[in-house]
């Protein structure tokens, strides 16, 4: 599926592949230890909002997605 953005689409493959790999090879075999695609989807985040705001696409009221800064308490 393509992005939102089409000079996003690539970076939305990377992160895809990246997210993917890391979630069969590592944390469904128990290993929990971060996620080494944080900085790609960032960029593609920053690229997506881009498009988002150029497309002029209304966002009000919608929450997005990405990594959490704080760990709630338990």
Do not use: H
């Amino acid at each position: 599926m393509n992005s939102v953005g089409e000079a996003c689409t690539e970076l939305k493959r990377e992160y895809d592949q990246c997210f993917n790999s890391w979630f069969s090879e590592k944390f469904l075999k128990g290993d929990r230890s971060g996620d080494p695609c944080t900085e790609t989807f960032k960029k593609y985040q920053r690229c997506v909002q881009k498009a988002i705001k150029e497309k002029d696409i209304p966002i009000d009221g919608v929450e997005f997605m990405g990594p959490i800064k704080d760990k709630p308490e338990s």
